[in-house]
């Protein structure tokens, strides 16, 4: 999770320019563009001397090609400048989470998610006493299992976020690609929906990233809270001439939401 991060969100402007395949895709469908509006306006003057077309409307089109083809030119800016914007306000919420080192491997964001659990800390090396003798056997179960149920949802969890920006990334060098069909609707209306499609694509892939660190930042303050139950290792929590301060109950609430918050 920590590389795909750092790989798709924090260092992804330096990873996009030296994908150069972006910018050669993206000449080749302008071009391509291109050509068609040519074709286009050439057959509606045609249809315009043969008496077939309309003055006013071959006015509109000329107006929306020579609109589209100025926007097409400059197509693959603006997409990249969406992109950085969303990338930016991402970076500025995940450096939040992280703190100033979040851009290190080792210390990316699942360094604070795992600590707001307790799960880093709770499979110490201290070996704890006999699990199976003393009091409140109940709540230490519940602990036992509930621990482990959590790092098994937590691994699961990093895993599927880790594929969902690396499908960001790659949808979004797709639409850096065929950037020119956003602008094309302009001109065409049989590309209107295409165009319309591209934009939404565009608009989910912004959004995604920032709301999903807006989530995690939300997360990890309601684990961090006092109203979380957090063991630092089991060689305190079985300790047997101590009762745990929480009740079994409070204990399988604490973890179904503790999961909850993770999905």
């Known amino acids: 999770l920590n590389y795909v991060l750092d790989f798709t969100i924090v260092n992804m402007q330096k990873n996009i320019s030296g994908l150069t395949g972006i910018n050669v895709a993206w000449k080749i469908i302008r071009d391509l563009m291109n050509i068609v509006f040519i074709f286009l306006l050439v057959y509606e003057g045609i249809k315009l001397i043969i008496d077939q077309g309309d003055l006013k409307s071959l006015k509109n089109f000329i107006f929306g090609v020579v609109l589209a ?40 964001l699942s360094t604070p998610i795992t600590n707001a659990l307790g799960v880093s800390s709770i499979y110490g090396d201290k070996a704890p006493p006999d699990i199976f003798t003393g009091r409140n056997m109940g709540k230490k179960l519940v602990m036992l299992f509930g621990s482990g149920i959590v790092i098994l949802v937590s691994a699961f969890a990093f895993f599927a976020i880790a594929i969902m920006f690396i499908i960001r990334f790659i949808a979004l060098v797709l639409l850096m ?29 912004l959004l995604f990233a920032p709301v999903f660190m807006v989530m995690i930042l939300i997360s990890i303050t309601l684990m961090s809270s006092p109203g979380f139950i957090v063991e630092k290792d089991f060689a305190s929590l079985m300790d047997t001439s101590e009762k745990p301060d929480f009740s079994t109950m409070g204990l399988m609430l604490n973890f179904t939401v503790i999961i909850g918050l993770i999905f």
């Open 69 to 108: 083809s100025l926007l097409i030119n400059f197509s693959l800016f603006f997409t990249k400048v969406l992109i950085d914007a969303s990338n930016v306000v991402t970076l500025g919420i995940y450096t939040s989470i992280t703190g100033p080192n979040g851009s290190a491997i080792n210390s990316g």
């Open 177 to 205: 690609m065929t950037s020119p069909i956003a602008y094309m609707g302009m001109a065409i209306p049989a590309m209107k929906s295409y165009s319309n499609e591209w934009w939404e694509s565009l608009k989910g892939q």
